[in-house]
């Protein structure tokens, strides 16, 4: 199975998610990840969702979204055409015998201790999916006690052909 990932502009206002995300239920597509934000502009959000299938399926998403009254503009990219990031938190407990291993592991990975407490850490890193994915098995030697991650956020890879309008 494949990957596809489609940045969706759509209206700002209540209901257009609920639309969006029963678009794909209704169809038995799935979200593998979803993350919405308000754009430059307060009457846009720009939703980013990751969804898995064969091309048949990318092709169905992708006249389903266009169809909404709601979507301004839908772009879908191959995840080789976007330059993806994703945010995590994750609380873990540790001891004065593994604290020197999580801080190496940390400078690896280019995550940041934001927090601690005597027997507790809470570790951010913003990276590529599969580097936060690589971040959690690395980890779970260690005591996981929760995991907060945003979804996959999208933008093309920038090209001298890039054109201003939105």
């Known amino acids: 199975m494949k990957t596809r990932i489609y940045s969706v502009l759509a209206e700002n206002r209540s209901g257009v998610l ?3 995300a029963g678009l794909f239920s209704r ?3 799935n979200i593998d990840s979803l993350a919405v934000g308000e754009t430059d502009d307060a009457t846009v959000s720009c939703m980013t969702i990751v969804s898995s299938g064969d091309e048949r399926t990318f092709e169905q998403i ?3 979204l266009n169809k909404k009254v709601d979507v301004i503009k839908v772009k879908t990219f191959a995840e080789q055409q976007c330059i993806t990031r ?3 938190l994750i609380k873990i407990k540790y001891n004065k015998n593994n604290r020197r291993e999580i801080m190496e592991l940390c400078e690896i990975m280019k995550a940041q201790i934001v927090d601690m407490s005597k027997h507790f850490m809470m570790i951010q890193i913003c ?3 599969e580097r936060i994915k690589l971040m959690i ?3 779970q030697t260690i005591s996981i006690v929760e995991v907060a991650r945003t979804g996959t956020l999208a933008l093309s890879k920038c090209s001298e052909n890039d054109n201003t309008d939105k």
């Open 18 to 20: 609920c639309k969006v």
């Open 27 to 29: 169809r038995c597509f």
């Open 62 to 64: 992708e006249k389903q």
């Open 86 to 88: 994703e945010l995590m």
């Open 127 to 129: 990276d590529e999916p």
């Open 137 to 139: 098995k690395m980890l």
